[in-house]
């Protein structure tokens, strides 16, 4: 079995200041993990996923998101805020079901705020 | 474009009545999803479908059911045994077979309420 926690449900930064949201996850197995943006009364846009290999992976509008296998982590980070970064981000770990075919598990997601 | 959609929008439901949501993808993926997504609780998956004719449940599947007729469509019926069924349902895909790492890709969900 797998899980996900996401380290605050709310997070405000100003505009241009660094974004930090912290997700940390168990599993039994090797990792897949992913990191998803979900505007209001919309469904989930992947930002970014790490599979194998490159521990630090990037991905759309700036963001990126390292893999630390000795602390369970996959923080997502962008060097600079925007105001259109407001949204909803919810972190995701996959995992093989009995048929071969991956579910995901999601964090309870948080909320970013920019502050103008 | 490819893509998956949802209908309606949104969509209220009397006591004691079924209502269905619909869910479409032109992406020719095997696998479907269908989430709820509640305040501060994330995304849950209630059934999901890796190919035709066949679905499993998730881990609220009690008061929902599914069908998948054709490799397009997974449709959710939310029956009026779900008793708190207010909720925003994302139906999601995705190409992945046995051990793949392809994301999933979402609708913009249905958010329904009760009358």
């Known amino acids: 079995a797998q899980s996900v926690t996401q380290l605050g449900s709310h997070v405000s930064v100003s505009e241009g200041a660094l974004v930090l949201l912290r997700c940390n996850y168990s599993?039994?197995?090797?990792?897949?993990l992913f990191w998803y943006v979900q505007y209001p009364n919309q469904g989930l846009q992947l930002l970014l996923k790490?599979?194998?290999?490159?521990?630090l992976v990037k991905g759309i509008n700036g963001f990126e998101a390292e893999f630390k296998k000795s602390e369970t982590s996959f923080h997502l980070t962008k060097p600079s805020a925007h105001m259109s970064d407001a949204a909803e981000y919810f972190c995701?770990?996959?995992?093989?079901?009995?048929?071969?075919?991956?579910?995901?598990?999601f964090g309870t997601g948080t909320r970013l705020t920019i502050i103008p | 474009d490819g893509g998956i959609t949802q209908s309606p929008k949104y969509l209220f439901r009397k006591e004691g009545q079924n209502v269905t949501l619909s869910c479409e993808q032109n992406l020719n993926h095997d696998a479907m999803y269908w989430y709820r997504q509640d305040p501060g609780q994330g995304l849950r998956l209630i059934y999901y479908s890796q190919i035709v004719n066949d679905f499993q449940k998730g881990d609220i599947a009690e008061g929902y059911s599914v069908s998948r007729e054709k490799k397009e469509s997974f449709p959710l019926t939310v029956t009026s045994a779900q008793k708190n069924p207010t909720a925003f349902y994302l139906c999601?895909?995705?190409?992945?077979?046995?051990?793949?790492?392809?994301?999933?890709?979402f609708g913009d969900g249905t958010r329904l309420s009760i009358l």
């Open positions: 790490y599979t194998t290999g490159a521990t």
């Open positions: 999601a895909s995705t190409s992945g077979t046995g051990y793949s790492n392809q994301p999933q890709h």
């Open positions: 995701a770990v996959g995992a093989a079901s009995n048929f071969g075919n991956e579910k995901l598990t």
């Open positions: 599993s039994s197995v090797p990792p897949y």
